[in-house]
C-alpha cells in the first residue's frame, strides 16, 4: 500500500502545486469519500481530454497536466492519482484493452485510476472526461466508468493495479510532440509485454 502513496517521476505528488490544489480539494473536509469524489471531479470537469479536444502539448507527468490543464486519459489519471496520493489516500493506475475502432484489431490501452477506500476497498473511477458519448461518475461501491469491454471482439479489463505508469504509456507520451502523433502510436498491450517492470 505504500507504494500507491508514493512520488514517482510522473506522479508528482509532492510538486508545490500538485500539493495546494489537494490542499484546496480537501479543503476543512475529513471524509475520504468526498475527498475522493472532489479530486475526481476537478480532473474529469477541469482538465480538457487531449483528443477530444485536439490540444496539445502532449503531457504525461501530474504537474504537467495541470499547468497546461490537458491530458490524455493515461495523464489525467497520473494528476488524480497525484492529487489523492496528496491527500494520502492510497491511488494506482489501471488500464483496459479496447477496441479502437470498436470492432475488433486494432486495440489500444484506456488509462484509469483504482483507489483505495477504507469502506470499500480497491475502486476504480476513470476521469477521461464526458462527452456526448461518455459520462463517469464516482458513486461507490458502483463503478461508473467511461467504457464497458466487450470480450467478444477482444477488449479486457486488465487487472492489475500498478503503482506507476506502464513504461509503455510513458514512452509513447514523452516522445510524442503533439495529440495526434499520440493518437496514431496508442499503446497496447503487446508493447507492455515486450518490457519488463
Not at 505504500?2 to 476543512?28: Q, W, Y
Not at 489519471?77 to 493506475?93: D, E, M, V
Not at 516522445?175 to 497496447?188: G, Q, R
Amino acid at each position: 500500500m505504500k507504494n500507491h502513496l508514493k512520488p514517482s517521476e510522473f506522479i508528482d505528488c509532492s510538486n508545490f502545486d500538485i500539493i495546494t490544489l489537494a490542499i484546496t480539494l480537501k479543503g476543512s473536509l475529513n471524509n475520504e469519500i468526498q475527498i475522493t469524489k472532489n479530486c475526481f471531479e476537478y480532473v474529469r470537469d477541469n482538465i480538457r481530454n487531449s483528443f477530444d479536444y485536439k490540444l496539445n502539448p502532449v503531457t504525461c507527468k501530474a504537474s504537467d497536466v495541470l499547468k497546461y490543464k490537458t491530458g490524455y486519459c493515461y495523464a489525467k489519471s497520473h494528476l488524480l492519482a497525484a492529487l489523492l496520493r496528496a491527500n494520502n489516500i492510497p491511488t494506482g493506475l489501471c488500464y483496459q484493452r479496447l477496441s479502437i475502432d470498436g470492432k475488433g484489431s486494432p486495440f489500444c490501452l484506456h488509462g484509469l485510476n483504482a483507489v483505495y477506500l477504507k469502506e470499500y476497498g480497491w475502486h476504480k473511477v476513470d476521469a477521461r472526461g464526458n462527452n456526448e458519448s461518455v459520462t463517469t461518475e464516482f458513486n461507490p461501491p458502483h463503478e461508473h466508468l467511461a467504457y464497458k469491454s466487450n470480450v467478444d471482439i477482444g477488449e479486457m479489463d486488465l487487472p492489475e493495479i500498478y503503482h506507476q505508469p506502464l513504461q509503455a504509456v510513458t514512452d509513447v507520451l514523452t516522445s510524442k510532440t503533439n495529440y495526434l502523433e499520440v493518437y496514431n502510436n496508442l499503446p497496447d498491450i503487446e508493447m507492455v509485454h515486450k518490457q519488463s517492470f
